[in-house]
């Protein structure tokens, strides 16, 4: 019973999930990008899982789409970061749960 | 002449900086690789930058001055030797000054001429040792270092063969020297400064042109020509900053008016300029060396010193041009052939008073470098 | 305009030129590997001080008269001297203990050059170390007693002037007492004068550290 | 290869679930890497040697590093012990989430059915061919995506240090005086 | 007798597997271990023997002779100081991370040995012939500046957390000039197989002739060095690679005349040995990408193969043994400049060059290619630097100074 799509796509949901979970529940900012990169890294287990699996891999569709995927995960990793430097500049903490005001 | 931006230091304060990072409180603590002996360095660290800088030193004082008032002028000669344990010809020959002015003794000739020849073997010693630990900090990992023990090793035999000692020579009297040079002596002196300006050539191959050190030392520590006078430094660093001023012409003592040799002036008074003028010193004293050698004359080495010294009351301030600058000792005789009052100037003490201020808005590196570049000698911060 | 990195290609090629030189030019490579090979100790180095006696008894052929002059101008004090008694009470002119504490001396030849009698020298050997920290280093009578001949081997220059300049002395003496014995013996035929007493000139002692028993 | 899917899928599950629950926000970074590195694994298993390499590059490499000095610059590395770790209502969101993945994800997975399991070894995709395929018919994305990562590089830049600027509105005292060039 | 050293090796290990033949996991179980093991013990083994040549070699420059008590010539030192630090006591600082303290050495060693799998050692040696062997190998050696700041961060003490950030920084700038070099050889070289790589530098028209004289020659001067962007793509990728592995004129982490040791300081024992022997070994494998990509792999006259990279890459290393004997070290920022503001752009305009150089021999064939190469481009390129340097101040270009000596 050698791997099947199955196995690939169950395993990327739940890391998906505990991304998710992650980011819904933690309450500091970085632990929140974190997650959102782990969501994103489960949607390109997708991806590559379905190119390989597909009738004609030799099109290169998979990881084509999943280079692009993560040149955009590591900008947006990249400016949220410095987004973050400047929340924490500013408000002088991290803790989601005080940074709710959005004037001064 | 580019102009020089000394790169302006971000924030004075003491306490957070803007990023909320605090304040790293460093202590290059006595025994630091890279302390120059037991000195320690109270650093306040704002990232990379000093913001503040202590020096602490005193963990090599020896009571000199306080012993030097027991025992009579003579006896106090070998201890001379321990102030500025890597030149001791010109401590000795500072002390023997001043204690000649006391008692007017007539030098001989022939000891005149030894001991300008025993004191400029020391500046090219110490000058050699101080290029060599000064590239050690800027981390060349002891090559120039060895290179410079290498050549010293040759002078020290010169001294161990002429006063029975490396270091701890004994060997100027009040009056005149106490040995004369054996035969074989001047031969081997001649060979050795001939061979000198071929190790300063290549020794200035491997170093001043090297962007590195070039790119480390230039701006680094600036000292500007006022700063340099109100901080009374002395010697080589005086003289870096743009100062005209080498006791050697300015006292004329001993015999340095009849040789001729011109004194290197630096421009910009930065670390670099510091370790030019000492490597263009080096030169001028080959030179001087080379004139003392050729016209050495003969005769007894040994002036009518009394059997007892015993000065008439008075004082006296002897100075001469130390390889680290302005070395003077300064006597109160009372009568007795034990001095009232013995005060030594040592001008390594006087050129760290600039260290702080030198020091502060650069890296933690260049703080290494500045310290190199004053050349310190603890025996002579602490005596 | 300059290739870029000259001052540094220029500075590696001084550390070949050292790295290949070293294989085969002496100067190059100075090491002495110690234990092995020795390097040799020229005759006018100097290190601690020893006694001398001449002849071959070396306590009664000890040139050193006791008259603590070297004690006295010893920079750190090191030197201990008692004058030798004999039984009813009368000095003899040399020491019963003569200590030199060698953990203290700073091997300057201060002494060397007070003493009147040629008695004390400079030694050259430099392997002193030993387990006993205090009585190992103190050197008594005995241990610092060494004959003339052993100070023609370590310092052969200056032993032959010492013994010319003691020789003249000795020779002056002789001299000196030839001519008093004539004057005695001419005196003695035409009525002996009376004997003045010459009284040493008196030198005010330099203050003396009390000694620590 | 089916024990070496289970292993990186064990790993996988488990960095990203350490990275949630644990205090210390290093050790989270740590455990993420892990993470990054379980999931470079499984692309290797999948064939893709290229974007296994690409993934260590940019998100072990740069991402992780990114975000323990975006650790290092904010303070409270250790979070203090008295705050609870998750936000108010963390129970509530773990319910929707599982709720969303039993509802929506797994009957659309068991809906999907197999696609043909191609046996893994017969193709050995080159580089080369994803090189091509970038260059003709893709080349105009790959000028977006250059695009985009230098906006991006230019943004993060100004968003970091602009907010600094405005911070060090105070002169800084001149008290350096400059070395006049004689 | 090319390549004979190589394929003897590969019967070897074909003959070990054949022993195996009935049992499939096991023969599969063994290749992997013929693959890896011997790889492992051989780069051990070659550290051991750089500790000692670096010590006799800095010693020779320094007008000593070096370690000569321990075994003829010295060369059980390196036995001598593992023994040593196997006995020494491994003191773990009380406040530290215990698990990271730990884990540090180890990530160190990891990227280390992986990297050196990537190295084509010989025509059938290759542990792991990856077709993007090059990328993966870049990707491997950017892993070791997290085992940096693990060491930095977790031994908690002041001198390790600022030796640690330094390392880091200095890493990150320079991966940058030093993939980017060798971006230009992978885009001549037309694929990142480093097989490929190896194959593409020797001349084949002449190799397969029969004269021997195009024999020996075509083997060498097949080299990326002798290209104008080869040569100086090898300049940027060695000042690269020197950064990338702390070694000698940016040996900032471990400053010893500032910082104590850097990230090693609260380490000792074993650990220290393992981290030491973890930052040599990345360094060989940074050395041994190098001799693939620009002195031609295993390329080499006579017996092509093995010995010629084991050649190679320990003149490699002797020169950087040289250059850490000779250059005082860079300051923190200047290093960060010099990365970003020298090597980056000279090594983007060094692809230019490739490119360019590559399109002149499309057209009039690789003799005026070279000609125009070196003049232009290496003359674009020395103009690029002078550029660069009169931009940011940087001390080539500062006036010479000139000092008086007055009366």
Known sequence: MGLTLHHFLILSAILFSIGLVGALTRRHIIIMLICLEIMLNAANLNLIAFWHFSSNPLLMHGPLFTLFAIAIAATEAALGLALVLAIFRHYKTIDLESIRDLKE | ??????????????????????????????????????????????????????????????????????????????????????????????????????????????????????????????????????????????????????????????????????????????????????????????????????????????????????????????????????FSLTGPMLRASGVNYDIRKVDRYGIYDRFDFKVPIGGHGDCYDRFMVRMLEMRQSVKILKQAIRDLPEGEIMGKAPKIFRPAPGEAYGRIEAPKGELGFYLISDGTPIPYRFKVRPPSFVNLTALRHMCLGHKVADAVIILGSIDIVLGEVDR | MSLIGKGILKGMGVTAKNFFQSYYRKERLPTVEYPEEKATINQFSRNFPFLLYDGDDPVDGMRCTACTLCERACPPQCIYIIKDKDENGKAILSPRIFDIDTSVCMSCQLCVEVCPYEAIRMDSAFELSNENRFEGLLLNREELLKPNAYYHEIHPLEARETDDRMAAKAALAEAKKKARQKRARLAAKNKPPPGLKKTPPTRKKPPQREKSE | MIVAFYLLALIAVLGAGLAITLRNVVHAVFSVLLFFSALAGLFLLLLAEFIAAVQVLVYIGSVGILMLFAIMLTTNVVGDPNRPVQSRGWVWGGLAVVALLAGVLLPIISRTGGQSPTPLSDFNPSVKQLGLVLMDPYFASLGVIALLLTAGLIGAVVAATGASEADQAKTVPENRPRFPNN | MNNYFDLKLVELGRWIEAFFAHYPTLKLVVHLLLCTLPLALSFMGAFAFTTWLERKGLARIQNRPGPNRVGLFGLLQPIADGIKMLLKEDIVPERSDKLFHFLAPIMLMIPAMIGVGFLPLGDGLHALPLDSAIIFFFAISSLNTIAVFMAGWSSRNKYSLLGGM??????????????????????????????????????????????????????????????????????????????????????????????????????????????????????????????????????????????????????????????????????????????????????????????????????????????????????????????????????????????????
Not at chain 2, 7 to 26: C, F, N, Q, T, W
């Open chain 2, 1 to 230: 002449m580019s102009p020089v931006q000394t790169m302006p230091p971000r924030s004075y304060h003491i306490g957070k900086d803007d990023l909320g990072a605090d304040i790293l409180e460093v202590a290059m603590g006595p025994h630091h690789p890279s302390t120059h002996g037991v000195f320690r360095m109270d650093l306040k660290l704002d990232g990379e930058t000093v913001v503040d800088l202590k020096p602490v030193f005193g963990y090599l004082h020896r009571n000199h001055e306080k012993i030097a008032e027991d025992i009579t002028y003579p006896m106090s000669m070998p201890f001379t030797d321990r102030l500025d344990y890597l030149c001791g010809m010109t401590n000795n020959w500072a002390y023997a000054l001043s204690a000649e002015k006391l008692i007017e003794i007539k030098v001989p000739e022939r000891a005149e001429y030894i001991r300008v020849i025993v004191a400029e073997l020391t500046r090219l010693v110490n000058h050699c040792l101080l290029i060599g630990f000064f590239v050690n900090d800027l981390g060349a990992l002891g090559t120039p270092l060895l290179y410079a023990l290498r050549e010293r090793e040759k002078i020290l035999d010169l001294f161990e063969v002429l006063s029975g000692a490396r270091m701890m020579v004994n060997y100027i009297r009040f009056g005149g020297v106490r040995c004369d040079p054996p035969d074989g002596w001047l031969k081997e002196c001649q060979r050795i400064v001939d061979a000198f300006p071929a190790f300063l050539d290549e020794y200035e191959t491997l170093l001043t042109e090297n962007e590195i050190i070039i790119a480390r030392a230039q701006n680094v520590g600036v000292v500007t020509r006022e700063e340099a006078i109100n």
């Open chain 5, 166 to 407: 330094r390392a880091v920084a200095q890493m990150i700038s320079y991966e940058i000039p030093l993939v980017l070099s060798a971006v230009a050889v992978i885009m001549m070289a037309g694929s990142l197989n480093a097989q490929e790589v190896v194959a593409s530098q020797q001349i084949s028209s002449w190799v397969g002739s029969g004269n021997i004289l195009q024999e020996f020659f075509g083997r060498i001067l097949g080299w990326n060095v002798f290209k104008p962007w080869g040569f100086a793509g090898f300049i940027f990728f060695f000042i690269a690679a020197l950064a990338e592995a702390n070694r000698s004129p940016f040996d900032l982490p471990e400053a010893d005349s500032e910082i104590i040791a850097g990230h090693l300081t609260e380490y000792s024992g074993f650990k220290y040995a393992i981290l030491f022997m973890g930052e040599y070994i990345s360094a060989f494998a940074i050395a041994g990408i190098g001799v693939t990509l620009f002195l031609g792999g295993w390329n080499g006259p006579v017996f092509a193969g093995l010995p010629w990279f084991v050649l190679k890459l320990f003149s490699l290393f002797a020169v950087m043994i040289w250059i850490r004997g000779t250059l005082p070290r860079l300051r923190v920022d200047q290093l960060m400049g010099y990365a970003w503001k020298f090597l980056f752009p000279l090594a983007i305009l060094n692809i230019f060059l490739a490119g360019f150089y590559h399109f002149l021999e499309r057209q009039w064939g690789t003799a005026i290619a070279m000609l125009a190469g070196w003049l232009f481009g290496f003359g674009a390129l020395q103009l690029a630097a002078i550029a660069l340097s009169r931009l940011n101040q940087s001390p080539t270009i500062r006036s010479k100074r000139v000092y008086q000596l007055v009366e």
